[in-house]
């Protein structure tokens, strides 16, 4: 049995994050043949986690990890940086009557995520350039946001969750900005510099992990013992295999029909006068309608100005690729959301702007677990990967090893992708929803 890749990621534009950073020397590329127990395809937040976690849990084990790009190219170093704690959806839709456990459920899965990257973080000695442990704010911007954010703080009280409403005066002395009606803190979340952070995740896993970057997967097939698979200079010959590699898991045939190929968009702003923007120096807020916009202000190191992000937009993109247009049209878009927020900054340029992908399912449930025998899937986090794919890739590493936990015992429960609806109703359908959802969140 043989699973070729149709599809291999494409080398986009950096990120800002990525562009910021001084070179880095790479992991060689794979050449020849050599063996491994366990073999990770994708070098994401999944994949660094379950390399991170089956260390942990088995230190002798052989563990290859093949990044198709070079670490932080991807997906992982193309976020906004949230390694939220606390679930994102504001709308009490999703408190039904299993409500609370599925919140407390969701709140352990995350919180294992954050406990092994700080536990990376402290035992590297990483600084708050890199994760910076300073909680987060929900923002709002007019009466429906309002509303959600009361509604949330109610939620978060019913679960014994530390919180804090701000009123707009409050959440104005936080990011300078008249805009926001309201806010909400919540201290769990951890922002990271997304491709600093994945970056040296990857360098401290080695040499114990053999990491090969710019090395692809590009096909793989059943042995009697195991797996062989096969990159463009080389061969793993390997017992069992974690598939990590998010929606290009479809691009070897797996899940058809079942993942939603959907990309956001960031602008990082150029160096800013500190002294042009009141309020404080280093914040990041989502926004209170899960469709709106984040926004982070990045305290720069010594003389270097501070920076503004923005993410908004999503679009459908089933062919896992993005044009140049469809990232200046998101600009476009970021800059009427940023001039709306910071008028006072009249003149501040974006200096970079990128967009990534996401794989989404129609159930919003991760595409989880042995899939054939001694291959293992830990990818479709639903657009909150920084956790979600940690955690699933941790989940995935103990379930390799037979090793029950809370989580393993989480993932297993869930249910299964549901089959999306035949094309073209998918594309339809998406795209008729990614708009009125875009219109549903109005200003925000
Ligand atoms: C602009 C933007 C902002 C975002 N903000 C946030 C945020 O603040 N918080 C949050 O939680 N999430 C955020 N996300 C989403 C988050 O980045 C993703 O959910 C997350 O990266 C998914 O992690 P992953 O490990 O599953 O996949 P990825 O990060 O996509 O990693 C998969 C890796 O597999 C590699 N790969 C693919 N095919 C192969 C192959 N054949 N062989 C070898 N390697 C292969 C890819 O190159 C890639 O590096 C954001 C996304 C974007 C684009």
Request: charge should be positive; aromatic fraction near 8%.
């Amino acid at each position: 049995m043989m699973f070729k890749a149709r599809k291999l990621p494409q080398h986009l534009k950096p990120s800002g994050w990525l562009a910021m950073l001084p070179p880095r020397p790479e992991a060689p590329p794979l050449e020849g043949e050599v063996s491994a127990d366990v073999t990770i395809i994708g070098g994401g937040f999944a994949g660094l986690a379950a390399a991170r976690r089956l260390a942990q849990l088995d230190p002798a084990l052989r563990i290859v990890l093949l990044e198709a790009l070079a670490i932080g190219e991807g997906a992982c170093g193309r976020n906004s940086g949230f390694i939220i704690d606390l679930p994102h959806e504001v709308s009490s839709e999703s408190y039904g009557s299993d409500s609370a456990t599925k919140a407390r459920n969701e709140i352990t899965m995350n919180r294992t995520a954050i406990a092994l990257a700080r536990g990376m973080a402290e035992e590297q000695g990483w600084g708050r350039e890199i994760f910076d442990p300073c909680g987060k704010y929900a923002i709002a911007m007019g009466a429906d946001g309002d509303r959600h954010l009361a509604e949330y703080a109610r939620q978060l009280q019913g679960l014994g969750e530390a919180h804090k409403l701000l009123n707009a005066a409050g959440i104005q002395a936080v990011t300078g900005s008249p805009a926001f009606t309201s806010g909400l803190f919540t201290p769990g979340c951890i922002m990271i510099q997304p491709a600093a952070y994945v970056r040296a995740f990857a360098d401290a896993l080695r040499p114990t992990v053999k990491l090969h970057e710019r090395t692809p997967a590009l096909s793989f097939e059943r042995q009697p013992s195991g797996w062989c698979i096969t990159t463009p200079k080389g061969k793993v010959n390997s017992g069992k295999i974690i598939l990590a590699n998010n929606g290009h898991a479809e691009s070897f045939g797996f899940f058809p029909g079942q993942l939603l190929h959907i990309f956001t968009f960031a602008s990082l702003s150029a160096p800013l006068d500190p002294a042009r923007l009141g309020g404080q120096r280093n914040w990041a807020a989502t926004p209170a309608h899960p469709m709106g916009t984040s926004l982070r202000r990045v305290q720069g190191q010594e003389q270097e100005g501070d920076r503004i992000l923005v993410r908004s937009r999503y679009t459908y993109q089933p062919d896992l690729e993005v044009s140049d247009a469809t990232i200046a049209s998101a600009g476009r878009l970021h800059d009427a959301k940023f001039k709306a927020r910071f008028p006072m900054l009249q003149g501040l340029e974006m200096q970079y702007r990128w967009g990534g992908a996401m794989a989404l399912t129609w159930n919003a449930v991760p595409a989880f677990g042995e899939i054939e025998p001694g291959l293992f899937a830990a990818i479709a986090c639903n657009g909150v990967g920084a956790t979600k794919a940690t955690a699933s890739g941790i989940a995935a590493a103990e379930q390799v090893l037979g090793h029950k936990s809370a989580l393993t015992a989480i993932f297993e429960a869930m249910e299964k992708p549901k089959p999306l609806p035949p094309q073209p109703f998918t594309a339809l359908g998406v795209k008729a929803s990614l708009a009125w959802r875009h219109w549903r969140a109005g200003a925000e």
